[in-house]
């Protein structure tokens, strides 16, 4: 373990808590409604209204889950598990509305669009966009290698794939790839900027890489001691955070970009980051870590965390609320906790 001394700051205020039965792999609030959804390794889904109380719960795989994402209206949720299967679900009541079969024997990724009820589901090298209700819309060609991650740009009907050796750039409607950017390496995770004009990825290497979306050009940031998982950008697309290690690594996009620029370090944690978010209406920034610890930042004083909490286990996920009062953080462990913002920190 690294040899740091955490610093010390104000506790978090808890709104609610609540203690899972199974490790915590999925967490995500509703896009317009202070609702909050959680997938459990098991393969069980739970729905929690804005005071901590259980909506709905169900089993939505029987063998894990993997994956699970909203629709811009908050009227569905999509999931996919290690049964091959992607559903969708009404989360008001818990009840499956349709059931997608793929050819693989697990579902990696499901994605809504952002501005239409599109969602992509990818299954090993499989590749496919649904309507929200559940219609076959579009089956693309497999790609060269299984699909590590999805993206959509925002307010867009575009979309990012990546996968060892290259990231694609596809569109509603067509199978051919509007773009394609190489890259001899395996991506793990990719994140488009909120205005749509960089695509940024994090590598098996240890790497971050930037795209320019128009131009192609790219930038490579070296130098991580760790894989390269976590990626957060701010509302304005100005700062990009990242992981691959116990500090906070953060960009500063804005200008001429961070080609030869010094980033950012935020030293809270003793061991490796596990989730990094960005407050959707805010300036402020949560990372959590293997060392059980949340902490919130604000970039412009970056010496020390302004809040922070301890777990007993290791951080496996940080959600904000749409209007960035309240942080969810929920444990490997199963441990929830919802901490109340909104009086500031």
């Given at each position: 373990m690294p040899s740091l001394t955490v610093p010390s700051a104000p506790g978090l205020k808890t709104a609610w808590r609540h203690e899972l039965d199974d490790y915590g792999v999925a967490l995500k609030w509703a896009p317009k409604a202070r609702t909050l959804v959680v997938g459990t390794s098991d393969g069980t889904v739970t729905v929690f209204d804005g005071n901590g109380q259980v909506l709905a719960r169900w089993s939505a795989h029987r063998n894990g889950l993997n994956a699970l994402a909203w629709s811009a209206n908050g009227q569905r949720l999509a999931t996919g598990g290690q049964d091959g299967q992607a559903r969708i679900w009404d989360p008001n009541t818990g009840l499956c509305v349709e059931e997608i079969p793929t050819e693989a024997q697990w579902v990696e990724c499901v994605a809504y669009s952002?501005?239409?009820?599109?969602?992509?589901?990818?299954a090993g090298r499989k590749l496919a966009i649904w309507s929200g209700k559940g219609n076959r819309l579009e089956q693309y060609p497999d790609q060269p290698s299984t699909i590590a991650d999805i993206d959509w740009q925002p307010d867009s009907v575009f979309f990012a794939v990546a996968c060892y050796g290259k990231l694609s750039i596809y569109q509603v409607g067509s199978t051919k790839p509007v773009k394609e950017f190489a890259w001899k390496g395996s991506i793990?995770?990719?994140?488009?900027?909120?205005?749509?004009?960089?695509?940024?990825?994090g590598n098996q290497d240890a790497t971050v890489h930037f795209w320019y979306r128009k131009s192609g050009r790219d930038l490579e940031m070296s130098g991580y001691p760790f894989k390269v998982r976590e990626l957060s950008w701010d509302t304005d697309s100005r700062l990009l955070a990242t992981?691959?290690?116990?500090?906070?690594?953060?960009?500063?996009?804005?200008?001429?970009?961070?080609?030869g620029t010094r980033p950012i370090e935020l030293q809270g944690h003793v061991e490796p980051v596990s989730a990094?978010?960005?407050?959707?209406?805010?300036?402020?920034?949560?990372?959590?870590?293997?060392?059980?610890?949340?902490?919130?930042?604000?970039?412009?004083?970056?010496?020390?965390?302004?809040?922070?909490?301890?777990?007993d286990s290791a951080i496996s996920q940080l959600a904000w609320s749409t209007d960035g009062r309240f942080l969810a953080a929920l444990t490997r462990e199963g441990q929830l906790a919802v901490f109340n913002i909104a009086d500031g920190v």
């Open positions: 952002p501005r239409e009820e599109h969602l992509a589901i990818t793990l995770r990719v994140k488009w900027s909120p205005d749509g004009d960089f695509i940024a990825t992981g691959g290690g116990p500090a906070v690594t953060v960009w500063n996009c804005s200008g001429k970009g961070p080609a990094l978010c960005f407050q959707h209406k805010g300036a402020l920034l949560a990372s959590g870590a293997r060392d059980g610890r949340v902490c919130i930042w604000k970039i412009k004083d970056p010496g020390k965390p302004v809040a922070g909490v301890q777990f």
